[in-house]
């Protein structure tokens, strides 16, 4: 029961008693390898996997837990055999050639990481191996080898690669590079504020001054494959399970708690995220990195006004960096404080050139301000945007439909609409926005059939199985009209739900229009 209400503290500790109990039972050593996973339960995860691999009914991904098990007690020749049962299993193969790259330098005879260009998983294999490349070559104290893998691997991480520069920058800084440790932090950002006073003043912390060892770099390489695969909804628990396996191979390691923070919060785990963050002092290097976890983690557990507190006081450092703004303009918008939000996607675009700027950034501030009831403004913004980005079908839907349910410019903002369609056929809220703005113009035959794809594709969307059966209605067909707002009120609430049921009981009249 815990279990399936996201108590995970009293779930694995059940399940840890259960196991205790009856070790034989396979159902219960499956359920506690999986909730230990996700609880961060390293003893309960290594006694689970191991009652699970003696029935031969280990999950493929505690291979990789048996791997970084041999890698912390620097158990070579196991960590070898393991990745020979991994690469036999197939699910990780491709992660073989980096994972034994460590193992040799483990042992002292290094050899890089070398992969074939003709596996059909090779892609996968070169996505990662850059870093690891570095790392080892910083290890090894050879800058030559490191400098070039290093600048790849960034290039590929250019949206998400601040703690990749922050652990980088360490180990060069360790190694007497402080210039080309310093060239990796942008000058003037208040995430790398701290990293690049300390190296400036050659005090570097004792967690930076050692080499990154085996079990460091396999921890590295679970973590960024965890972000990757969570990127796919359905294989998130996997994901998870990854970042897991990375913190009990890298306890210490600040960057593989900033990801499983993220990826628990993301599982609406947030409780879990918020500790996970918590691991990693405000002091430390990724100090700023994981105070923005703990943001996310505060608002998706509820505490809109702790993780507003924090994010304030972010955006107001000095040199506070763009996705800051960012993150404090979308909390400030869940709490309806429009002007507030629009303040802060404004803030944000300072800090880009004109040239550079996000198009994103003109949207988020314009949707604020329309929300905010500053239309004249909002639509200065957005026309903007679109100027900026003339074919992102998701500015031409927010400018053409804002002005459709204006009745404003309506000939223009159909344009608009039809444009964002053909260029994004198959998204049900352009479909609506454009059945919505040829019903608005009176053309309702050509309306009723964009309406019902629409509703087709998104068959739980409220407003769009509410504009359905209006369509329908004036169009005649006045028993397929009730149904669609039947349909629509299953999700409604509020005034809208009343008008609905308005409609379904007295049909359409000019007071119950969707707007």
């Known amino acids: ?205 004792k967690a930076l001054r050692s080499a990154a060892t085996p079990a460091q770099g396999f921890a590295r390489l679970l973590s960024r494959l965890a972000v990757d695969v969570s990127s796919d909804a359905s294989a998130s628990p996997l994901g998870l399970r990854l970042a897991r396996i990375a913190t009990f191979a890298d306890p210490d390691g600040a960057d593989v708690h900033l990801v499983a923070a993220r990826l628990l919060t993301a599982q609406d785990h947030a409780a879990g995220g918020a500790a996970e963050a918590g691991k990693v002092p405000a002091s430390d290097w990724y100090g700023a990195l994981a105070q923005a976890e703990l943001i996310d983690a505060l608002a998706a557990a509820g505490d809109m006004d702790g993780a507003l507190a924090l994010a304030r006081a972010q955006a107001a450092e000095p040199g506070a960096e763009p996705e800051r703004q960012v993150r404090l303009g979308r909390l400030l918008s869940q709490k309806q404080d429009f002007d507030g939000a629009a303040a802060a996607f404004h803030a944000a675009q300072a800090g880009f050139a004109p040239d550079q700027m996000p198009w994103t950034l003109l949207l988020f501030e314009g949707s604020a301000l329309e929300q905010g009831k500053r239309w004249d403004e909002a639509r200065a913004v957005l026309e903007r945007a679109a100027a900026m980005a003339p074919n992102e079908p998701v500015i031409l839907n927010y400018l053409g439909y804002a002005q459709i349910e204006r009745r404003q410019n309506v000939e223009a903002a159909l344009a608009l609409l039809k444009k964002a369609s053909a260029l994004k056929p198959q998204d049900a809220s352009i479909t609506d926005s454009l059945g919505w703005a ?43 009209a009730r149904y669609a707002w039947a349909a629509a009120s299953v999700f409604a609430e509020g005034d809208v739900a009343e008008r609905l049921a308005a409609k379904r009981k007295e049909g359409m009249k000019p007071e119950y229009a969707a707007p």
């Open 1 to 205: 029961m815990a279990d399936g209400d996201g108590a995970l503290t009293l779930a694995v500790a059940s399940y840890r008693e259960a196991l205790k109990q009856d070790p034989a039972r396979i159902e219960i050593a499956r359920r506690s390898y999986a909730q230990a996973m996700e609880s961060g339960d390293r003893l309960l995860a290594r006694q689970s996997a191991a009652l699970l691999d003696a029935a031969s009914a280990l999950p493929r991904d505690g291979t990789l837990l048996r791997i970084g098990d041999a890698l912390t007690v620097k158990d070579w020749a196991g960590a070898r055999t393991m990745t020979d049962r991994m690469v036999e299993e197939g699910n990780f193969a491709f992660l073989a050639p980096i994972i034994r790259s460590w193992i040799s330098l483990g042992e002292g005879q290094y050899a890089p990481p070398v992969i074939d260009g003709k596996d059909r998983f090779a892609a996968l294999g070169l996505r990662y191996a850059d870093e690891h490349i570095a790392f080892q070559a910083l290890a090894r104290r050879d800058l030559a080898v490191a400098m070039p893998a290093a600048r790849k691997a960034l290039a590929i991480r250019s949206g998400d690669g601040a703690a990749l520069r922050l652990a980088l920058a360490g180990q060069l800084a360790t190694r007497g590079a402080r210039t080309e440790a310093l060239m990796l932090l942008p000058v003037g950002g208040a995430n790398f504020a701290r990293a690049r006073a300390d190296i400036e003043k050659g005090k570097l912390p």
């Open 438 to 480: 040829q019903f608005v113009t009176g053309n309702v035959r050509e309306a009723v059939p964009v309406l019902e794809r629409a509703a087709a594709a998104a068959p739980t969307d409220s407003t769009i199985n509410e504009h359905l059966g209006d369509a329908l209605w004036v169009a005649g067909r006045r028993y397929e």
